[in-house]
């Protein structure tokens, strides 16, 4: 009986250092690892609600009630992307490898394909800047990607988190006008 109720605590103590081990190597402390996983959280709800629109849905915005003048829906992912190249852009303190035209990305890219494949690679850039972060230079000032003026990166890394989610907002609800459940709401 005795040797029971050792193995029994024995277990109980292996499985509690395993657990407690694992817990400890699960929680990021490097902001680099921080910022890049809550990347990684966004880019897996927002790529897949960007595709699932039907190319020809597009140019669709909603136009019953106060809509003069929205974004259509490949504005919006169009947005997203430019300003996600912007924010990494400054991170890195680097001019972004590709020509945004603004906020609202360039002209050039027109087609659904172009505009995932300006998607996707704003978020590999985005995980380069965010891969740059470190307890150091978190709260370094650099150039701010719009206008005059400075920020941090912190800033910055907190903007490219919290920004799309505002325009996944709209796509969700501009899905929804046609007659699509975004990815996300979809059964398991």
Request: glycine share 8%.
């Amino acid at each position: 009986m005795k040797m029971v109720k050792y193995c029994c605590i024995a277990v109980v103590l292996f499985a509690c250092g395993i657990a407690s081990a694992q817990t400890k190597a699960e929680v990021p402390h490097a902001p680099s690892t921080i910022f890049d996983r809550a990347i990684t959280n966004l880019e897996h709800e927002f790529v897949p609600a960007a595709d699932a629109m039907p190319e020809d849905k597009y140019s669709f915005a909603p136009s019953n009630g106060e809509f003069k003048g929205i974004r259509t829906f490949a504005q919006q992912v169009k947005h997203v992307a430019a300003v996600n190249y912007m924010l990494a852009g400054a991170i890195l303190e680097e001019k972004p490898p590709v020509d945004l035209g603004g906020e609202n990305g360039p002209d050039s890219v027109k087609s659904k394909a172009d505009i995932m494949k300006f998607l996707n690679d704003s978020f590999a850039y985005l995980h380069k800047a965010m891969g740059s972060l470190t307890d150091k230079n978190l709260t370094e000032g650099v150039k701010s990607p719009f206008g005059e003026g400075k920020a941090s990166r912190l800033g910055l890394a907190s903007i490219a988190v919290a920004h799309p989610f505002d325009h996944y907002g709209q796509m969700v609800e501009y899905l929804r006008m046609n007659g699509i459940v975004p990815p996300a709401s979809r059964g398991q």
